[in-house]
């Protein structure tokens, strides 16, 4: 499939996706500086959103944009958790942590 194609490539659908590829960069900038991605809602708020955003999309508890399987491989080449609860995420952080 054509879409599908250009997904995997990264291509630019239009200003979600500049903003989440902007947002993705400010993660794996936090992750290289902190070596994790345990982002607090005081320690950064709009990532921590973002993050949230990411898991809902995920899930399907929100349906809009839809994320592309590009996004989704992207995320999980920084180990990103997709849990909605945070005791399962601090647990895959641990865990995570302690494999690197």
Partial sequence: DQIELLDKIGFPWGTNNAEWTGMYRELTEYHNDKGHL?????????????????????????????????QIEKLEEVSFCWSLDGKERAWHEKYTEAVE
């Fill in 38 to 70: 345990r982002v607090g809602q005081d320690d950064n708020s709009n990532l921590y959103d973002w993050m949230d955003a990411q898991r809902k999309r995920y899930h399907g508890i929100v349906k809009k944009p839809i994320m592309t399987d590009n």
